[in-house]
């Protein structure tokens, strides 16, 4: 199939009610027009039109993304995230699309667990004594433009699609909406539905050639790098990598003592820490900002409990739950156990446990019964699809979503079955939300 006739079918309206449909998260957070999914779905059909013909006719301009802040920890800058409209959200999930069929074979998509399972199984073979760990400083913000469209220009011919792409990544952020703002000349924004893939696309040639060095295994998660190798080879791959990095304009943190960015060492001496994980003879952990992280939030849940006028001991416990075991929702598995399934550090589950038993008596609710990290740890090893320990949110008929919106506090009896999915697949995302927050930064040093 030819470029553009592959680009018109993704930009159909048939195809772009269903990338509506299916793809477009159910996040509330709106754009700079303030125009949530629930406004949007009333004029759908008129804006799905404008982007078919402005799209395909080589005309379509986004509105400026809204600026969102997300704390990475005391003494950090804060991430800069870029919020499009509804709209926008489409018409770049239809890039997203487009650029993973078109660059299929330079596109990494691996979760960081697959990633840290290869590392681990490599560390227990002991087929290298050492690593190197790298760090891109400032890499979103870093990735110069020109040579991102000359790399994409490779395999993409078409003006209208590349003047499309180019249009999305120099589109500026802002906190609030105003006129005469300059467009982006360097950088692709992050937040973005394309903004993986781009990145994934403009380092494609330095994964290649790194993944077909026998002297290494390599591994790259975003910007961050581990290389497991040997002693005597650490000087030259450093020095070679640094200098494919400079040729894309990139540059790689340097390598200081004590630094969780940029290191290197010995894997029987050293430990070190890679996508949130802990490594160390053996032992695969939790980095301690992870498990504060978690602390933290299940405390947050017990005053929130304190506090609340209703204090239903009942939602109380579903929270909690939630919280430990993680669940499965719109086929993807999600929470804080999910994300760290391939640690072995079965005393950090035990202490964990350990911690809600005392929240419990200290809150009066030791009645509650509350799950189990080290069960659920369990669960997810041996048989996180088939488990019932585990809530699958997906296998959900109507009386099930019932029942969680009872919990919930809302009544289900006058709402139709639709309205009774809608109110459910909402809430449920608001939780899951609150679930990923918790391992939100966890596998970036940045």
Same mark, same amino acid.
């Not at 048939?14 to 949007?40: C, R, W, Y």
């Not at 781009?198 to 290649?208: F, G, H, T």
């Not at 296998?395 to 809302?410: E, Q």
């Given at each position: 199939?030819?470029?553009?006739?592959?680009?018109?079918?993704?930009?159909?309206?048939?195809?772009?009610?269903?990338?509506?449909?299916?793809?477009?998260?159910?996040?509330?957070?709106?754009?700079?027009?303030?125009?949530?999914?629930?406004?949007?779905?009333?004029?759908?059909?008129?804006?799905?039109?404008?982007?078919? $013909?402005? =799209? /395909?006719? %080589?005309?379509?301009? !986004?509105?400026?993304? &809204?600026?969102?802040?997300?704390? #990475?920890?005391?003494?950090?800058?804060?991430?800069?995230?870029?919020?499009?409209?509804?709209?926008? $959200?489409? =018409? /770049?999930? %239809?890039?997203?699309? !487009?650029?993973?069929? &078109?660059?299929?074979?330079?596109? #990494?998509?691996?979760?960081?667990?697959?990633?840290?399972?290869?590392?681990?199984?490599?560390?227990?073979?002991?087929?290298?004594?050492?690593?190197?760990?790298?760090?891109?400083?400032?890499?979103?913000?870093?990735?110069?433009?020109?040579?991102?469209?000359?790399?994409?220009?490779?395999?993409?011919?078409?003006?209208?699609?590349?003047?499309?792409?180019?249009?999305?990544?120099?589109?500026?952020?802002?906190?609030?909406?105003?006129?005469?703002?300059?467009?982006?000349?360097?950088?692709?924004?992050?937040?973005?539905?394309?903004?993986?893939?781009?990145?994934?696309?403009?380092?494609?040639?330095?994964?290649?050639?790194?993944?077909?060095?026998?002297?290494?295994?390599?591994?790259?998660?975003?910007?961050?790098?581990?290389?497991?190798?040997?002693?005597?080879?650490?000087?030259?791959?450093?020095?070679?990598?640094?200098?494919?990095?400079?040729?894309?304009?990139?540059?790689?943190?340097?390598?200081?003592?004590?630094?969780?960015?940029?290191?290197?060492?010995?894997?029987?001496?050293?430990?070190?820490?890679?996508?949130?994980?802990?490594?160390?003879?053996?032992?695969?952990?939790?980095?301690?900002?992870?498990?504060?992280?978690?602390?933290?939030?299940?405390?947050?849940?017990?005053?929130?409990?304190?506090?609340?006028?209703?204090?239903?001991?009942?939602?109380?416990?579903?929270?909690?739950?939630?919280?430990?075991?993680?669940?499965?929702?719109?086929?993807?598995?999600?929470?804080?156990?999910?994300?760290?399934?391939?640690?072995?550090?079965?005393?950090?589950?035990?202490?964990?446990?350990?911690?809600?038993?005392?929240?419990?008596?200290?809150?009066?609710?030791?009645?509650?019964?509350?799950?189990?990290?080290?069960?659920?740890?369990?669960?997810?090893?041996?048989?996180?699809?088939?488990?019932?320990?585990?809530?699958?949110?997906?296998?959900?008929?109507?009386?099930?979503?019932?029942?969680?919106?009872?919990?919930?506090?809302?009544?289900?009896?006058?709402?139709?079955?639709?309205?009774?999915?809608?109110?459910?697949?909402?809430?449920?995302?608001?939780?899951?939300?609150?679930?990923?927050?918790?391992?939100?930064?966890?596998?970036?040093?940045?």
């Amino acid at each position: 199939m030819k470029v553009f006739e592959q680009f018109r079918r993704i930009y159909s309206i048939s195809s772009l009610s269903e990338i509506h449909d299916k793809q477009i998260p159910t996040s509330p957070a709106m754009g700079v027009d303030n125009m949530s999914q629930e406004i949007f779905i009333g004029m759908r059909e008129e804006q799905l039109e404008i982007i078919n $013909r402005k =799209v /395909l006719a %080589g005309k379509y301009a !986004f509105t400026s993304y &809204r600026l969102k802040l997300i704390s #990475k920890g005391q003494g950090k800058s804060p991430r800069e995230i870029s919020i499009p409209t509804v709209r926008d $959200r489409i =018409v /770049l999930k %239809g890039l997203c699309i !487009f650029l993973q069929i &078109r660059f299929r074979e330079d596109i #990494k998509d691996v979760l960081p667990q697959f990633v840290v399972k290869t590392v681990k199984g490599i560390c227990i073979t002991k087929q290298y004594d050492s690593f190197i760990k790298l760090d891109v400083s400032n890499f979103y913000p870093s990735i110069p433009h020109e040579k991102l469209i000359r790399r994409l220009r490779k395999r993409i011919k078409s003006a209208e699609i590349l003047n499309l792409i180019e249009c999305s990544i120099s589109t500026p952020t802002v906190s609030k909406p105003k006129s005469g703002v300059a467009k982006n000349t360097q950088g692709v924004p992050q937040g973005l539905s394309i903004s993986n893939v781009l990145a994934s696309i403009y380092l494609s040639n330095i994964d290649k050639r790194y993944e077909g060095d026998d002297r290494l295994k390599y591994f790259r998660y975003v910007d961050d790098i581990l290389i497991l190798c040997n002693w005597e080879d650490i000087l030259d791959i450093r020095k070679d990598i640094a200098k494919r990095f400079s040729g894309l304009k990139l540059k790689i943190h340097a390598e200081a003592l004590g630094s969780d960015k940029s290191t290197s060492g010995r894997l029987d001496r050293e430990g070190f820490s890679y996508l949130g994980y802990s490594f160390k003879e053996g032992l695969v952990t939790v980095r301690l900002g992870s498990v504060e992280k978690l602390r933290e939030s299940i405390l947050t849940i017990f005053t929130g409990y304190k506090h609340s006028k209703l204090k239903s001991e009942e939602f109380l416990m579903w929270r909690l739950n939630l919280r430990i075991t993680g669940c499965i929702f719109n086929k993807k598995s999600k929470g804080w156990l999910f994300f760290f399934s391939e640690i072995n550090d079965e005393s950090l589950l035990h202490e964990l446990d350990f911690f809600v038993d005392k929240l419990c008596k200290r809150f009066n609710v030791s009645n509650l019964e509350i799950k189990k990290f080290v069960r659920s740890h369990y669960q997810i090893q041996h048989s996180r699809t088939e488990s019932k320990y585990i809530q699958n949110f997906d296998l959900y008929n109507v009386n099930d979503m019932s029942r969680v919106l009872s919990i919930f506090g809302k009544a289900t009896d006058k709402m139709s079955e639709q309205q009774i999915r809608n109110e459910f697949n909402r809430r449920i995302a608001r939780q899951v939300r609150d679930l990923e927050t918790d391992i939100q930064n966890a596998g970036s040093t940045n």
